[in-house]
């Protein structure tokens, strides 16, 4: 309700405020057009019974809305303080089919914005980029941006994640909305090979990204 887990079995209709928005297991994707978290949920051996999954489905969607690249233990800490409960499966599956759906969310963002300004008529990768001042870059590294992150910020000029900008003394003004930019992070995961019986560890590119501000939504912070 209203972007928030709920326990929709003991919250009372006396509590629900007007005009609230209420999503459920029915909103959240239809048989013909899945949310990635269904898909996950089947591909990944999820559902058994079945009793707990619009639970968990649910759950997990809240979950991604707000913290799209979780790490296994935040999904893991998240279903527990949600007190989401599974006596079939055990929990593996179902945090890897969150994570799983995780990783589509972050292909879907990068080709959404893509998309989006394609539909303004901008090609974004035909930006002139010449060097650190003249694109979009990190305030601290002073090191620009990929390619294609500059391709998905919206301004040139300088960035920086919550974090760095409060580490400076800056305090991002209330209502303002950050980005996001990408990086690959490389999992090593040791397989044996069919052929030969010996260990070998494969690497797995994973897309992830954090959330970053520009300098003009910043106060206490002078440009460079």
Known sequence: MNGKVTRSCIYKMSRVPDNAEITTIEGVGTISDMHPIQV????????QCGFCSPGFIISAKVLLDNNPSPTREEVREWFNKQRNLCRCTGYKPLIDATMAAAKANVYEMVTSKIIAELE?????????????RSG?????????YSIINQMLLQHTGEYATFKQWTDLGGHIRKGERSEFVVFWKILEKEETNEDTGEKEVKKIPMLRYYNVFHISQVDGVEPL
């Open 120 to 132: 303004k008529g901008n090609i974004p990768w035909e930006k002139p980029w010449a060097g650190v």
């Open 40 to 47: 996950a949920w089947m591909a990944y051996g999820c559902a």
């Open 136 to 144: 979009a870059y990190n305030r601290i590294s002073k090191k620009p």
